[in-house]
Structure formats: structure tokens, C-alpha cells
């Protein structure tokens, strides 16, 4: 298994979204070994082990995105959750990219980058209509600055 560190890491259920996101920083599950029926907690370490920000339209994952970290006392590098549906996440994530859908949380005064979500390990929420809810992945103690 490759060393590269990717930063967007699609699992089984946006895999036809990898044309949406910029070559070279993107890489699906399959791309990165696993199997398309395997266990979230083999997916979430990939994303860690990667450094990359989880996508996925399965809103079950967020939980064990949590019991993982708790876990492993390790913080992940983000997480974007879609709703269903791939035309829907290609023209949902067509919007973040124009602007017209913006990623902003209490702790930034402007709208954020993926950047930002990869950094500060944050949850994106995207919604069929509105701004996309972004809070913390993790209130970890272990992380304290």
C-alpha cells in the first residue's frame, strides 16, 4: 500500500464522485485496497492513516468516526457527509466549489477551505438546500493546544 498521503478518501458509497474532485488528491477505497463491502472502522482507518478527509453519503459512519477516535485517541482529518443520490452530490458539491454553498463555523470569520476541515478535523453536513452545517469531529482531550 502506497505512503501517499491523500487528502479526500471517497468510500463505497460516492465512489462515481471521484471525477469531482481534483486528481491526485483523491482516492477511493478500492484505490486504496480495501474491498467495496468493507467495515466502516477499515475505512476510517484508511482516512487516518491517509490523512485524508472521509466522504461518504452514509450518515452512520459519524458515531463510529467518534467511538474510533475515542479508541484510538486519535484525531481523523475531517469528514464530508452527502446526502443521496450522485446527481444531487455532484451539483451539491458543483455549489461548494462556485460558492454558493459556503462551509462556516463559529471559530472563522470568513467561509472555510478544505484546508480548514482537514485541519481542525471538522464535520461537513451537506444539505439538499441551505449551507452545509460544519461542527467539530471530535472534542478530543487528548488534542489540546
Partial sequence: ??????FFLLDHMVLGLKPEFREGITETILDGGLKPDA????????????HAILVTADVGILPKCKVYQDRSRDCLYGLLL???GIEMQKRLLSDLREGT???RHARYDRPLTWADIHHDNLVVKVHKSGDPNVKELCNCPWDED
Fill in 1 to 6: 500500500m502506497s505512503k501517499r498521503h491523500h
Fill in 39 to 50: 467495515d466502516d472502522m477499515e475505512v476510517i482507518d484508511l482516512a487516518l492513516i491517509r
Fill in 82 to 84: 452527502l446526502p443521496d
Fill in 101 to 103: 454553498k459556503q462551509m
